[in-house]
């Protein structure tokens, strides 16, 4: 996470936590350029995404102030959403433990529609599928698709944990954004083996791009979620 984005995400945490009250002023752009020790340009930065988000308004010559019907898990959401840690440290957190059941890790030529998805003009990539278990129940199964180029020496035990954690801790690379569409669909004849679910129970899908701090898409996957997974955080706004 940028440091602006930490800024909004501890905002949003005073703010649910009623420490920012409903229409009350926060502290100035100098007070909190000193609390974060960040420059004036991250601070506006991220009130700039506060406002986008809904959730403070900046009056000239007043301040900044928490909108009015901002308070709750609504205001909390968007640092959520925004947090691109995975499956696995955001588990990890709740004291949960987080095993995964490798599917398929293989390398294959790409498609046309995974070509689109990492922005890339051909290659192989790799395809990991995944189940992923909280507390040793089957809850998501994951289809993921990587370009080889990006990682050469990814490995089959790497795909057994965290991957964004070699990405970033083994490998020194800056995951920054992800892009999701969310739909609901019927499980599969494997999925509903892989999930101990039936055929008529629905599952939350979950269509991601991600990228690298350098712009650079480095998977294109598909997770669908059982109710079980817990609720997936999503903010929309206009700019």
Same mark, same amino acid.
């Given at each position: 996470?940028?440091?602006?984005?930490?800024?909004?995400?501890?905002?949003?945490?005073?703010?649910?936590?009623?420490?920012?009250?409903?229409?009350?002023?926060?502290?100035?752009?100098?007070?909190?350029?000193?609390?974060?020790?960040?420059?004036?340009?991250?601070?506006?930065?991220?009130?700039?995404?506060?406002?986008?988000?809904?959730?403070? !308004? =900046? =009056? =000239?010559?007043?301040?900044?102030?928490?909108?009015? #019907?901002?308070?709750?898990?609504?205001?909390?959401?968007?640092?959520?959403?925004?947090?691109?840690?995975?499956? !696995?440290? $955001?588990?990890?957190?709740?004291?949960?433990?987080?095993?995964?059941?490798?599917?398929?890790?293989?390398?294959?030529?790409?498609?046309?529609?995974?070509? !689109?998805?990492?922005?890339?003009? #051909? #290659?192989?990539?790799?395809?990991?599928?995944?189940?992923?278990?909280?507390?040793? @129940?089957?809850?998501?199964?994951?289809?993921?698709?990587?370009?080889?180029?990006?990682?050469?020496?990814?490995?089959?035990?790497?795909?057994?944990?965290?991957?964004?954690?070699?990405?970033?801790?083994?490998?020194?690379?800056?995951?920054?954004?992800? $892009?999701?569409?969310?739909?609901?669909?019927?499980?599969?004849?494997?999925?509903?083996?892989?999930?101990?679910?039936?055929?008529?129970?629905?599952?939350?899908?979950? @269509?991601?791009?991600?990228?690298?701090?350098? #712009?650079?898409?480095?998977?294109?996957?598909?997770?669908?979620?059982?109710?079980?997974?817990?609720?997936?955080?999503?903010?929309?706004?206009? =700019?």
């Amino acid at each position: 996470m940028l440091k602006y984005q930490e800024i909004v995400a501890d905002i949003c945490r005073r703010i649910d936590a009623g420490e920012y009250a409903n229409d009350s002023k926060i502290p100035s752009v100098a007070e909190l350029c000193a609390h974060y020790g960040v420059s004036k340009i991250t601070v506006n930065k991220a009130l700039n995404d506060l406002v986008q988000m809904g959730i403070v !308004t =900046r =009056r =000239r010559g007043a301040g900044t102030f928490v909108k009015a #019907g901002s308070l709750g898990p609504s205001a909390y959401a968007w640092s959520e959403a925004t947090r691109i840690d995975g499956t !696995t440290a $955001h588990y990890a957190e709740q004291g949960k433990t987080v095993n995964s059941r490798v599917i398929d890790f293989s390398v294959v030529d790409s498609n046309a529609e995974v070509r !689109t998805g990492l922005g890339i003009d #051909g #290659g192989f990539v790799y395809h990991i599928c995944r189940v992923r278990l909280i507390d040793h @129940k089957p809850v998501v199964v994951e289809y993921t698709y990587m370009p080889v180029a990006l990682f050469p020496d990814m490995t089959r035990e790497v795909v057994k944990g965290s991957i964004y954690h070699y990405i970033e801790n083994t490998l020194g690379m800056q995951i920054n954004s992800a $892009h999701s569409a969310i739909s609901a669909v019927r499980p599969t004849e494997n999925e509903q083996e892989w999930l101990a679910v039936g055929p008529d129970e629905p599952l939350l899908e979950v @269509k991601q791009v991600a990228y690298l701090s350098d #712009g650079r898409a480095f998977e294109y996957s598909t997770a669908r979620h059982t109710a079980d997974f817990g609720p997936v955080n999503a903010v929309r706004f206009r =700019r």
